[in-house]
């Protein structure tokens, strides 16, 4: 059987906007009405879903540290799941940095491997943070950091390094 391609997004700061604290520190939003696309994320989304397969992979600890209800990450999420022709998501509700499936942890990308035969070499991991390229480099796929400019040191070296969404498919060589 082929492998397949996967893209495993990051959530908050990737496919949504992620608000960011004084310190200029990402949050998650709390509730689906503040739920805003990032720029051309549904166009990206709607081109790169012909050759492959379109995953979520989020940390929401929000959940554990009782800032959030389950309920509404569920919201949101199945929300995005919907608008970006996902095919599937997986969230890690753990605070703890011990839980396999808490990025950097290669859980969630390792989980989906299994379900959908994915060669993880030809894969992508786009996220905004430290955490979503280590995640996609202990799985061995290929990064693209989204340089938001926050206040955190990356101890990874990504593969490529962006400003914004729209340079994605230029790098995939997909024509927009
Ligand atoms: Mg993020």
Known sequence: MV?????????DGVLIHAPVTSNNKPISIKKLKELK?????????????????LFMITNQPDFERKNNTKKNIIEINQFIKKKLYLK???????????CPNRKPNPGMILKAKKLFNISLKDSYVIGDRWRDIGAGKKAGCKTIFINRKYNEKNPYKPDFT???????????NEKN
């Open 162 to 172: 962006i400003k914004s969404n729209e340079k994605i498919l230029k790098i995939l």
């Open 37 to 53: 696309f990032t720029k051309n994320i549904v166009q990206i989304c709607k081109i790169l879903k012909q050759r492959y397969l």
């Open 88 to 98: 599937k998501i997986f969230v890690c509700y753990s605070k703890n940095d011990s």
């Open 3 to 11: 492998k397949r391609k996967a893209i495993f997004f990051d959530r």
